[in-house]
């Protein structure tokens, strides 16, 4: 072959030149490993082209400890030229070693590692676990599974690394059935024992929903690590099963396991669901979910005694799930303990405070931000929005130009905005939602009406704001308008919309005139839309959404159709107190004392008052 093979360039001459040259290679070899081993790789290729230059050669260990040591891709491809200048023969193992480093620098080496694994003369188990591995951290789970049987059609036999990647491929992509199949190869293959499979099986099994599999797995481990007790509470909080979660910690404790950051915020994330699924008491004029809270504070105390608490993540993992269990105060001060507060802190802190209807505090919270320098995301001018609409409920609405403004909120609300249009936010879908809704309580419809035109891609929300503005200000006409105008774009409504639309038609089917000159919608067209609504409703699965009902027997009492009210109160009844006061206002309204009196009485058999 006319391809060296690695170290033929040391020098095979025997004169004293020779062995000056055999000498010197040895020595710059050994700084050139040095170099790499203290991660100095830009050094190292200098010397490398400086032998080069002397045709003085360093081993085949010295190019593996450069590439090993080395993820910089201009420093790995300046390697290639060389050995390609060399005609080196990139065989088992160099070759390998060349494609491995490649896949280290990242996506954009993809192509040049590809390159060199397709010209590889034989391809071992080492080098396909590697590129499976890669596409699977990059988030082609797909094609790591698709590699796989290329794999294997080459003869391949996977190992343990090659199953730690293909349980992760099968994990994200919950392919219960592959995950399956390839648990039982790992188990011919005897490797399923392995802590590294059976802690990524673990893993898989919770992703795909299948908790018994997962629990097996786990408790057939003859030995369990951190990590697995880790996979397996991860399983259990991944299908809301918070209670079970806590009980593994307690276990994993008295089984002498030491808890790290990971297992503190699975902790924290468990307690989060024993708040979601606790009915909250009213302790001090406040609504707590006392028992989950118990939870945070035991939770809290060991993460001090760890002496993690300064943790970033930590911190606003606790923030969040004080917040859940109505505990402002604690998130205050958890937020408060650590100097070094990131965006999140500050938007964990803010979401707190319009969650519990502190909008002014959100308010002032949002200016300490911008005094202390930090700057806010998307998500902090969802929030201070969202505040300043609190806000606006709280302050009485002052006679403009003959309709009704909350002023002050106004003019926070347009600062707000002008902030976010400087940083770029301002066409977020989230910031226009939230924006039309505060205009609309505003009163300035014309600058809701402006945020909706200018956004490029109205979602049904947008829609849903604006027909919510519109409502806010009394224009029925025009809410009933923009439906009709949402339909037309193709825009599907959802239970909300409905809702609204509906109120719309009671509206003006209470005023007697021509409701809107363009439109002409009289009373009894009214009522036909309304009754169009009502059919739609039924179509889909939202007639069965207490707010859309109260909302249909509202209409339909407001155009003096009682029956059609009293049908809808008796599919219904069973859905709390709310349909029937609903019921009671409509029988009120129409001068029904009767039946006033009679469902009053029923009212209180049924224990509704």
Same mark, same amino acid.
């Given at each position: 072959?006319?391809?060296?093979?690695?170290?033929?360039?040391? %020098?095979? &001459?025997? +004169?004293?030149?020779?062995?000056?040259?055999?000498?010197?290679?040895?020595?710059?070899?050994?700084?050139?490993?040095?170099?790499?081993?203290?991660?100095?790789?830009?050094?190292?290729? $200098?010397?490398?082209? =400086?032998?080069?230059?002397?045709?003085?050669?360093?081993?085949?260990?010295?190019?593996? %400890?450069?590439?090993?040591?080395?993820?910089?891709?201009?420093?790995?491809?300046?390697?290639?030229?060389?050995?390609?200048?060399? +005609?080196?023969?990139?065989?088992?193992?160099?070759?390998?070693?060349?494609?491995?480093?490649?896949?280290?620098?990242?996506?954009?080496?993809?192509?040049?590692?590809?390159?060199?694994?397709?010209?590889?003369?034989?391809?071992?188990?080492?080098?396909?676990?590697?590129?499976? /591995?890669?596409?699977?951290? /990059?988030?082609?789970?797909?094609?790591?599974?698709?590699?796989?049987?290329?794999?294997?059609?080459?003869?391949?036999?996977?190992?343990?690394?090659?199953?730690?990647?293909?349980?992760?491929?099968?994990?994200?992509?919950?392919?219960?059935?592959?995950?399956?199949?390839?648990?039982?190869?790992? *188990?011919?293959?005897?490797?399923?024992?392995? !802590?590294?499979?059976?802690?990524?099986?673990?893993?898989?099994?919770?992703?795909?929903?299948?908790?018994?599999?997962?629990?097996?797995?786990?408790?057939?481990?003859?030995?369990?690590?951190?990590?697995?007790?880790?996979?397996?509470?991860?399983?259990?909080? &991944?299908?809301?099963?918070?209670?079970?979660?806590?009980?593994?910690?307690?276990?994993?404790?008295?089984?002498?396991?030491?808890?790290?950051?990971?297992?503190?915020?699975?902790?924290?994330?468990?307690?989060?669901?024993?708040?979601?699924?606790?009915?909250?008491?009213?302790?001090?004029?406040?609504?707590?979910?006392?028992?989950?809270?118990?939870?945070?504070?035991?939770?809290?105390?060991?993460?001090?005694?760890?002496?993690?608490?300064?943790?970033?993540?930590? +911190?606003?993992?606790?923030?969040?799930?004080?917040?859940?269990?109505?505990?402002?105060?604690?998130?205050?001060?958890?937020?408060?303990?650590?100097?070094? *507060?990131?965006?999140?802190?500050?938007?964990?802190?803010?979401?707190?405070?319009?969650?519990?209807?502190?909008?002014?505090?959100?308010?002032?919270?949002?200016?300490?931000?911008?005094?202390?320098?930090?700057?806010?995301?998307?998500?902090?001018?969802?929030?201070?929005?969202?505040?300043? /609409?609190?806000?606006?409920?709280?302050?009485?609405?002052?006679?403009?130009?003959?309709?009704?403004?909350?002023?002050?909120?106004?003019?926070?609300? *347009?600062?707000?905005?002008?902030?976010?249009?400087?940083?770029?936010?301002?066409?977020?879908?989230?910031?226009?939602?939230?924006?039309?809704?505060?205009?609309?309580? /505003?009163? %300035?419809?014309?600058?809701?009406?402006?945020?909706?035109?200018?956004?490029? $891609?109205? &979602?049904?929300?947008?829609?849903?704001?604006?027909?919510?503005?519109?409502?806010?200000?009394?224009?029925?006409?025009? !809410?009933?308008?923009?439906?009709?105008?949402?339909?037309?774009?193709?825009?599907?409504?959802?239970?909300?919309?409905?809702?609204?639309?509906?109120?719309?038609?009671?509206?003006?089917?209470?005023?007697?005139?021509?409701?809107?000159?363009? !439109?002409?919608?009289?009373?009894?067209?009214?009522?036909?839309?309304?009754?169009?609504?009502?059919? &739609?409703?039924?179509?889909?699965?939202?007639?069965?959404?207490?707010?859309?009902?109260?909302?249909?027997?509202?209409?339909?009492?407001?155009?003096?159709?009682?029956?059609?009210?009293?049908?809808?109160?008796?599919?219904?009844?069973? =859905?709390?107190?709310?349909?029937?006061?609903?019921?009671?206002?409509?029988?009120?309204?129409?001068?029904?004392?009767?039946?006033?009196?009679?469902?009053?009485?029923?009212?209180?058999?049924?224990?509704?008052?």
């Amino acid at each position: 072959s006319s391809r060296m093979r690695i170290g033929d360039g040391l %020098s095979s &001459d025997p +004169s004293p030149s020779g062995h000056h040259r055999l000498h010197e290679g040895l020595r710059l070899s050994h700084e050139i490993q040095r170099l790499c081993n203290t991660r100095q790789p830009q050094k190292a290729l $200098q010397l490398l082209l =400086q032998m080069e230059e002397k045709g003085v050669f360093p081993s085949e260990s010295t190019y593996r %400890s450069f590439l090993e040591n080395c993820s910089n891709l201009s420093l790995v491809k300046s390697i290639q030229a060389h050995l390609s200048r060399r +005609s080196l023969d990139l065989a088992y193992p160099l070759g390998e070693v060349l494609f491995v480093s490649l896949l280290k620098c990242g996506q954009s080496a993809l192509p040049d590692a590809l390159q060199v694994f397709n010209s590889l003369p034989y391809r071992t188990v080492f080098s396909w676990s590697a590129l499976i /591995c890669n596409y699977v951290e /990059c988030n082609n789970a797909n094609e790591a599974l698709k590699l796989y049987r290329r794999m294997r059609d080459e003869g391949i036999e996977p190992n343990e690394y090659t199953f730690v990647s293909l349980f992760k491929a099968c994990g994200s992509l919950s392919n219960l059935e592959m995950g399956v199949a390839l648990h039982r190869d790992a *188990r011919e293959k005897r490797v399923d024992s392995n !802590a590294f499979v059976a802690n990524t099986l673990i893993s898989m099994y919770g992703k795909c929903g299948r908790i018994v599999d997962a629990e097996d797995v786990f408790y057939g481990m003859k030995k369990r690590n951190l990590v697995s007790w880790n996979a397996m509470m991860s399983a259990y909080v &991944d299908k809301n099963e918070g209670n079970n979660a806590l009980e593994l910690y307690e276990k994993m404790l008295e089984e002498g396991i030491n808890p790290n950051n990971r297992t503190f915020v699975l902790m924290i994330q468990a307690c989060c669901l024993l708040a979601e699924q606790e009915k909250s008491i009213l302790v001090n004029g406040k609504h707590v979910k006392v028992l989950a809270l118990e939870a945070a504070y035991c939770m809290h105390t060991k993460i001090e005694m760890k002496g993690i608490v300064k943790d970033k993540f930590l +911190s606003n993992s606790l923030m969040k799930l004080y917040s859940k269990c109505g505990s402002v105060g604690e998130v205050q001060r958890v937020f408060n303990q650590y100097e070094y *507060r990131d965006v999140v802190s500050w938007n964990t802190l803010l979401s707190t405070f319009v969650e519990h209807g502190r909008g002014e505090k959100a308010l002032r919270l949002f200016r300490q931000m911008r005094e202390e320098g930090v700057k806010p995301d998307e998500r902090t001018f969802v929030n201070v929005i969202q505040s300043c /609409c609190m806000y606006s409920e709280k302050e009485e609405a002052v006679i403009d130009e003959g309709k009704p403004m909350k002023m002050i909120s106004l003019e926070i609300g *347009r600062a707000i905005h002008a902030d976010a249009k400087k940083m770029g936010f301002a066409s977020n879908i989230f910031i226009v939602n939230t924006l039309i809704t505060l205009y609309g309580k /505003c009163g %300035s419809l014309l600058e809701a009406e402006n945020v909706f035109i200018g956004c490029i $891609q109205p &979602d049904i929300v947008s829609w849903t704001a604006l027909l919510s503005a519109y409502l806010e200000q009394d224009e029925a006409g025009k !809410a009933l308008l923009l439906y009709r105008e949402m339909l037309q774009n193709g825009i599907i409504p959802d239970d909300r919309t409905l809702v609204m639309a509906v109120q719309a038609c009671s509206r003006l089917s209470e005023k007697e005139e021509v409701l809107h000159e363009e !439109a002409e919608l009289s009373k009894m067209m009214c009522f036909e839309i309304g009754q169009a609504l009502h059919y &739609d409703a039924k179509k889909t699965s939202f007639i069965s959404d207490v707010f859309l009902k109260c909302a249909l027997m509202g209409f339909y009492g407001k155009c003096g159709y009682i029956e059609e009210s009293e049908d809808i109160f008796h599919e219904s009844f069973h =859905q709390g107190s709310v349909v029937w006061n609903v019921m009671l206002s409509v029988y009120n309204e129409k001068g029904e004392v009767e039946k006033v009196l009679k469902l009053y009485r029923q009212m209180h058999e049924e224990n509704m008052i």
